[in-house]
């Protein structure tokens, strides 16, 4: 016998407040009780992007204007995808 479960982190956030992407309980809508010895494989997951690649502590970026000139810009901390985004954030 096999059979496929689907357990999503926010599915029980009713019974867990706790729950968290990467580390979470769920309660399933009826016991799943298993007799003798079972393999279990992973078939798929989805990680959605939550974290920052550009944080507090790394945000300062500068800039050499030739001439010995230079300027230097903070950018907001958040997930930015692209040097465009980047950029942007930078307001240049």
């Not at 999503?8 to 809508?29: A, E, M, R, V, Y």
Request: aromatic share 16%; proline share 7%.
């Amino acid at each position: 016998m096999s059979f496929y479960i689907t357990l999503i982190s926010d599915s029980s956030k009713h019974f867990f407040p706790g729950n968290k992407t990467s580390h979470f309980t769920t309660q399933l809508p009826t016991p799943i009780t298993l007799n003798d010895e079972w393999e279990m494989g992973l078939v798929d997951f989805i990680y959605p992007h939550t974290w920052y690649n550009i944080r507090e502590d790394n945000n300062l970026f500068g800039f050499d204007l030739g001439d010995g000139k230079s300027i230097a810009r903070r950018i907001p901390q958040g997930y930015y995808e692209s040097i465009p985004d980047i950029l942007d954030g930078m307001c240049i």
